[in-house]
């Protein structure tokens, strides 16, 4: 997105009040109507690889609820986190104080330290196409095994106003110029898909 300053706007207009209303311990604070639905994108992104990741990167990590899957079936990994809004980020570090936190835009991740899985979840909902393509090319720079991400798929039957509905193989596409290595899931919720990447072949 060209217009950096305005996009973080837009995000805090979002977020900031959801924030506010629910506190840091809620999934409701990042715009999550379903915990369940929540926990199980988690659970599709980290099955991107057959064992456990040595260091996770979260892109767009919000109030840290990945840590607290994490945490609740004890997976053991060196984790940052990563997201544009200072607020959010505060909340994170208040909330665990152990792991670590920054401020940065989603596109800046490949200007952070290589981990073994780098991922985001939900963080396409509000962005433009291009904005997006140069984001996961940016994960994919700094992952040393596997990126995973997700997004609100436009083969979803039912659809909100202001979200942004990708096409699961034009996505695809764009993934394959990064990497011959790759893998959709369209099969575990009826408005999200899942893509890998990986550095090399996985089977």
């Not at 892109?59 to 997201?83: K, N, Q, S």
């Not at 544009?84 to 920054?102: C, I, K």
């Not at 952070?112 to 994960?139: K, Y």
Request: aromatic content about 10%; charged content about 25%; proline content about 5%.
């Amino acid at each position: 997105m060209s217009d950096s300053r305005s996009y973080v706007e837009r995000l805090r207009g979002l977020y900031a009040p959801m924030l506010a209303e629910h506190g840091v311990a809620s999934s409701r604070s990042v715009g999550w109507g379903s915990r369940r639905n929540q926990r199980l994108r988690f659970e599709v992104l980290l099955q991107a690889l057959s064992r456990p990741a040595r260091s996770i990167l979260d892109v767009g990590c919000g109030v840290g609820e990945l840590v607290a899957f994490l945490d609740e079936r004890h997976i053991a990994t060196e984790y940052r986190g990563i997201d544009p809004l200072p607020e959010m980020v505060a909340a994170a570090r208040e909330r665990f104080p152990g792991r670590r936190f920054d401020v940065a835009l989603p596109e800046e991740a490949a200007s952070t330290p290589p981990a073994d899985l780098v991922l985001a979840s939900g963080i396409f909902t509000f962005c433009d196409d291009a904005t997006m393509r140069a984001t996961v090319e940016a994960m994919f720079a700094r992952c040393s095994t596997a990126t995973a991400f997700n997004s609100l798929s436009a083969w979803a039957t039912q659809k909100d106003d202001g979200e942004q509905y990708c096409d699961p193989l034009d996505m695809l596409a764009f993934c394959r110029t990064l990497t011959p290595f790759v893998s959709l899931r369209h099969d575990y919720l009826p408005h999200d898909f899942t893509i890998y990447l990986y550095r090399e072949e996985t089977a």
